[in-house]
Nanobody
Framework: QVQLVESGGGLVQPGGSLGLSCAAS????????MGWYRQAPGKQRELVAS???????NYADSVKGRFTISRDNAKNTVYLQMNSLKPDDTAVYYC???????????????WGQGTQVTVSS
């Protein structure tokens, strides 16, 4: 079974910081990309940040300069450091992994359970 375990969500004041982590475990032969999506009530799901196996990073325009994504390939873990948080950042954040469970180069998408991030005074 493939599992993505997220941690680090919570309540933080505007301007504060929060760090998220997501560890992938199970039968995953190769991970080609990892990242984070978020969804707030009444809004569409949006990509927050992603990082490829080669280290290429992508960020949503709304978080550029404030969020930083990184990964530890040996631990199959992806991190999201969030600084200068705003109330608009309030959402459920979902970890995303794209990889193959076997040596066959067929890719599947996996999702974490989601963690709530609330930015409020």
């Amino acid at each position: 079974q493939v599992q993505l375990v997220e941690s680090g969500g919570g309540l933080v004041q505007p301007g504060g910081s929060l760090g998220l982590s997501c560890a992938a475990s199970g039968n995953i032969f190769n991970i080609v990309a990892m990242g984070w999506y978020r969804q707030a009530p009444g809004k569409q799901r949006e990509l927050v940040a992603s990082i490829s196996s080669g280290g290429e990073k992508n960020y949503a325009d709304s978080v550029k300069g404030r969020f930083t994504i990184s990964r530890d390939n040996a631990k199959n873990t992806v991190y999201l450091q969030m600084n200068s948080l705003k109330p608009d950042d309030t959402a459920v954040y979902y970890c995303y992994v794209r990889g193959s469970p076997t040596v066959v180069a067929v890719l599947y998408d996996y999702w974490g359970q989601g963690t709530q991030v609330t930015v409020s005074s």
